[in-house]
């Protein structure tokens, strides 16, 4: 079984930056794709993107520029950054594990381990 905890969220003003953690636990990471999901109030549950378990990463079009996605299969650790920040920005946002897919894993239902989400607010 493998575990996701999240750490990294907080409040910050637009322009500024975040890097987002998803620690894994109770199997090594580098078995595993890592996707990044938000989920802004009231809306479902977004594609920001993913890593491969080789670090090789993919993007939605909204996160192609200000987002980055990377990987320390050493530290079993995914991480996301997100630069110049917008209010729209704000969400919960949630790292997401799979190992096997058909295709890309573009939706919340293509992972099975999660993370407990992490709350990301931006201020104008």
């Known amino acids: 079984q493998l575990q996701l905890v999240q750490s990294g969220g907080g409040l910050v003003q637009a322009g500024g930056s975040l890097k987002l953690s998803c620690v894994a636990a109770?199997?090594?990471?580098?078995?595993?794709?890592m996707g990044w999901f938000r989920q802004a109030p009231g809306k479902g549950r977004d594609f920001v993107g993913l890593s491969w378990s080789g670090g090789e990463t993919i993007y939605s079009d909204s996160a192609k520029g200000r987002f980055t996605i990377s990987r320390d299969n050493a530290e079993n650790t995914g991480y996301l950054q997100i630069n110049v920040l917008k209010p729209e920005d704000t969400a919960v946002y949630y790292c997401?594990?799979?190992?096997?897919?058909?295709?890309?894993?573009?939706?919340?239902?293509?992972?099975?381990?999660w993370g407990q989400g992490t709350q990301v607010t931006v201020s104008s």
């Open positions: 997401a594990a799979g190992s096997s897919f058909r295709g890309t894993p573009l939706l919340p239902g293509d992972y099975v381990y």
């Open positions: 109770g199997r090594t990471l580098r078995s595993y794709a």
